[in-house]
């Protein structure tokens, strides 16, 4: 089996991305909410969260989970602006 450069090129993208403490999908996904209500707030992201932030930008099934977070804490924050 042969990878075409493309697909090359996005596995050498992604190791270099990699640290040598990372959070299992798992322990991100009990940080996210967290760490999108920081977003939302406009916070920074305290060190404790920024592996989260960094998992979310690997693994697209988390990222998925935390975009459709996001949308549903906007449409919280929008309906209470509103009153």
Do not use: P
């Not at 042969?2 to 991100?28: A, F, I, M, R």
């Not at 999108?36 to 969260?49: M, P, T, V």
Request: include cysteine; aromatic fraction near 4%; charged fraction near 30%.
């Amino acid at each position: 089996m042969s990878l075409s450069n493309e697909k090359l090129k996005d596995l050498l993208w992604l190791v270099g991305l990699t640290n040598e403490n990372e959070l299992n999908c798992e322990q991100c996904l009990a940080l996210v909410a967290e760490f999108a209500e920081c977003e939302l707030a406009g916070k920074s992201i305290s060190d404790g969260l920024k592996a989260v932030e960094q998992h979310l930008s690997v693994c697209s099934e988390c990222r998925e989970e935390y975009e459709a977070l996001q949308r549903v804490l906007d449409g919280i924050e929008g309906d209470t602006s509103k009153k």
